[in-house]
């Protein structure tokens, strides 16, 4: 890095989020870079388990600081139940609940 070059920082509450640009991770939260990238706005999406998935941008070129809290994941626990009456046990998976917390989307 150069002295006095433009930083980017991106911090997460929870730490530890891997900080994806461009669908390649470039680090994880929290994170400080030299600001090379072009002045333009960089789209950037924060993924960590157990946690909805974040995106934002950060202007390219200039000192840029990012502070975004996560939200933990709504999941269910999914059985299924064959034609047969065979139990399939589907696993946990991140879902979207309805208003009142009965129905849901995967």
Do not use: M
Request: without cysteine; charged residues 25%; hydrophobic residues 45%.
């Amino acid at each position: 890095r150069s002295p006095g070059g433009p930083v980017v920082s991106v911090n997460s509450t929870p730490a530890g989020a891997a900080i994806l640009i461009a669908g390649k991770e470039v680090g994880r939260t929290p994170w400080f870079a030299d600001n090379a990238w072009p002045n333009v706005p960089i789209a950037f999406e924060l993924v960590l388990p157990g946690y909805r998935r974040a995106s934002g941008t950060f202007q390219g070129g200039v000192e840029a600081r990012v502070e975004l809290v996560l939200t933990r994941a709504k999941t269910k626990k999914v059985v299924v139940v064959t034609d047969a009456g065979i139990i399939v046990d589907a696993g946990v998976l991140e879902v979207e609940l309805d208003d009142d917390g009965d129905d849901f989307e995967v």
